[in-house]
């Protein structure tokens, strides 16, 4: 085994996650890479030297710069806001070092293509945790086996409710375009549509702002956001997106439909899965429960138990094994920064679409 050094950027809710994940992911997948807490930047040295503390690192900075540059990390979480992505995945990349971005990657559709083609012959990640269930797995399994034939329609939603009451003061998430709900959850299930579907050839969508101002300031981002699309292998589609969707708390959430079946998934019971196949018998036919376990994919790392279930947390160490590998092996693994772009090219064309009030391609002919 040989050690890594893990630096992250960013010591919040996201970049606590990651510095958890890292720390356990050696004992858990028994990686070849066994990740060492190098540094840890936030944006002031006290809040760095709280979180070295707080976490395990070796050392604090309020200078992303100087943790990119240090010779003993030897790999990068971005895990800042998205007006920082590009500049520090650029600078890593320029030294060769890989990096796992968080989500949505950078701030704008022009930077996501700067950093895919800086990423170019480098490791690359970037960090959508939801797919990485072991139930998302099993389903996207399943769908490619062809168990439920050939898939015909999609439905989609990430809704949440931290916003949905109008008393609520606006903050950083009520400001610009990328923390909006386009921004910051409709990535999310985009991304699990086109990993358990495939890419998607053109959409019609509405975006809108619900709450033009709140309590302290304007509303200068969307609240929803639906659209209608066409996947590139024939299916169609809906996805719905919302901040201010009342009693839905973790509403990840999708239906797929074949020739032979459907599967239904909700994050908010994220160890199961419902499947349908039109081959049982009339009287016994109908939707059944699947409690992830053992048999399914990533699960008995965690836990030797079915039913037990896996929680949020085990999502992110599976991402880290993800990222260790393919800096072990120097192959990509899914989802890479290109994986990132494509989502963001289906953003992009959401809100074209919803200024114009027409379909359009998601990658222009």
């Known amino acids: 085994m040989a050690e890594i050094g893990i630096g992250i950027v960013g010591g919040g809710y996201m970049g606590k996650a990651h510095a958890v994940a890292m720390s356990a992911v050696g004992a858990v997948f ?64 320029a030294l060769g070092k890989p990096v796992l971005c968080e989500k949505p990657m950078g701030a704008s559709l022009e930077d996501s293509r700067a950093m895919v083609a800086a990423a170019q012959g480098q490791t690359n990640m970037v960090a959508f945790n939801y797919i990485r269930t072991p139930a998302s797995q099993f389903a996207r399994q399943l769908i490619a086996e062809g168990a439920i034939g050939d898939i015909t329609w999609f439905r989609g939603e990430h809704t949440e409710d931290f916003l949905a009451d109008p008393r609520t003061p606006a903050n950083w998430r009520t400001v610009g375009d990328a923390n909006g709900t386009m921004g910051d959850l409709a990535p999310h299930m985009i991304n699990a549509a086109l990993a358990l579907i495939g890419p998607i050839g053109s959409l019609i969508a509405e975006v809108e702002t619900v709450h033009p101002a709140r309590p302290g300031g304007a509303v200068t981002n969307d609240d929803h956001g639906q659209m209608m699309c066409r996947f590139k292998g024939g299916a169609m589609g809906q996805m719905y997106f919302s901040r201010i969707a009342h009693g839905r708390k973790m509403g990840y959430a999708y239906e797929v439909t074949g020739t032979k079946g459907a599967i239904r998934f909700d994050q908010e019971d994220q160890n199961a899965i419902w499947f349908y196949t039109m081959d049982e ?23 030797q138990g079915p039913g037990h279930g896996t929680g949020y947390q085990d999502q992110i160490i599976i991402e880290a094994r993800d990222f260790l590998h393919a800096i072990e092996s120097g192959k990509p693994v899914w989802p890479t920064f290109q994986d990132g772009l494509d989502v963001n090219e289906v953003v992009a064309a959401t809100m074209v679409s919803s200024r114009t009030k027409a379909w359009v391609n998601v990658t222009p002919e």
């Open 30 to 93: 028994d990686t070849a890479l066994r990740p060492r807490l190098e540094m840890v930047c936030a944006n002031s040295a006290e809040s760095a030297e709280r979180y070295r503390a707080a976490y395990g690192f070796a050392r604090g900075t309020d200078s992303w710069e100087a943790l990119v540059n240090d010779p003993r990390v030897e790999a990068i979480v971005i895990a800042s806001p998205q007006h920082t992505h590009r500049q520090i995945a650029e600078a890593a990349f």
């Open 281 to 303: 018998p009339e009287a016994t036919r109908g939707f059944r429960k699947i409690l992830t376990g053992p048999a399914h994919p990533d699960y008995l790392p965690f836990c």
